[in-house]
């Protein structure tokens, strides 16, 4: 999850450029300023979370967020007034 100012071109260009690092990652958007990633170990997490600090804009906040395929397949999402079909723990070997 992030906060990035926006104020400023520049403030916004940065923003782009930390979203678009965040999808060559391999992260994908669940809702605006929330993306995940599905991980196999901590030293992932680990090694993922250093690439994100290093993308981060100036004056931007990131909390990262870990919690077990278990708890991911608990998480309970409405949409449109709708509860919607729980989610599946992706495949460890997806490729995109």
Known sequence: MFD????????RQEASRF??????????MT??????????SQAQVDALSKKVE????????VNILTFTDKQYERILTFH????????KTPDQFDLF
Do not use: I, N
């Not at 979203?19 to 994908?28: A, W």
């Not at 809702?31 to 599905?38: L, N």
């Open 19 to 28: 979203r678009l690092t965040l999808l060559d990652l391999g992260f994908e």
């Open 54 to 61: 290093a993308a981060l804009p100036p004056g931007g906040k």
């Open 4 to 11: 990035l100012p926006v104020v400023l071109k520049q403030e």
């Open 80 to 87: 449109g007034g709708h509860r919607q079909p729980q989610q």
């Open 31 to 40: 809702q605006f300023s929330v993306y995940m990633r599905f991980c196999t």
